[in-house]
Antibody
């Protein structure tokens, strides 16, 4: 059974950098899928952040691209999100997810999701 | 960017009724690369449909997807109390965007 678990600080100060990690179990991160991050501000809809594959190839949401880095560590079977210069608008539940197979490139539906972690940006 | 508009915003129906949810795209969605998700309160989204009409693993056959181009539909043939949720469409043919969601309420 594929399982994903997000971890990282629940509180980040404005202008600082948000770091989150997603640990994958029950499936090898090197099996050919892309792995992505999606976020959801409290009471609002879903926003795709970006995706990475085992080789480190990435796709990013154009609106966040200048502040986002997604990386993969196959030896630890995990991938990570870095978001710089955060503001209150970045307060959200952050989900990591496994992308499916029947798509093109790094933009795909997500078939397994973590439970999500709330990150609040506040001083 | 492809903008997805979902309607209605809220759907209130009784158990056993048919629910029809709409997702309209601002441009044609390439290769029918459209998915539907169900998100129950306090939970992560769950994939229901991908490729516009393919059911994900373990999804009951009362959920079905259809459409192409700019018009897509999610149908729940016989609503059950546990279908209370927000439903999102997502296109992944040109970058990746989500619709704003349709909330399904059970009377």
């Amino acid at each position: 059974q594929v399982q994903l678990q997000e971890s990282g600080p629940g509180l980040v100060k404005p202008s600082e950098t948000l770091f989150l990690t997603c640990a994958v179990s029950g499936y090898s991160i090197s099996s050919g899928n892309y792995w992505g991050w999606i976020r959801q501000p409290p009471g609002k809809g879903l926003e795709w952040i970006g995706s990475v594959d085992q080789s480190g190839s990435t796709y990013y949401n154009p609106s966040l691209k200048s502040r986002v880095t997604i990386s993969v560590d196959s030896s630890k079977n995990q991938f990570s999100l870095k978001l710089t210069s955060v503001t209150a608008a970045d307060t959200a539940v952050y989900y990591c997810a496994r992308d499916g197979r029947y798509c093109s490139g790094g933009c795909c539906y997500s078939d397994y999701w973590g439970q999500g972690t709330l990150v609040t940006v506040s001083s | 960017e492809i903008v997805l508009t979902q309607s209605p915003g809220t759907l209130s129906l009784s158990p056993g009724e048919r629910a029809t949810l709409s997702c309209r795209a601002s441009q044609s969605v390439r290769s029918r690369y459209l998915a539907w998700y169900q998100q129950k309160p306090g939970q992560a989204p769950r994939l229901l449909i991908y490729g516009a009409s393919s059911r994900a693993t373990g999804i009951p056959d009362r959920f079905s997807g259809s459409g192409s181009g700019t018009e897509f539909t999610l149908t729940i043939s016989r609503l059950e109390p546990e279908d209370l949720a927000v439903y999102y469409c997502q296109q992944y043919g040109s970058s990746l965007t989500f619709g704003g969601g349709t909330k399904v309420e059970i009377k």
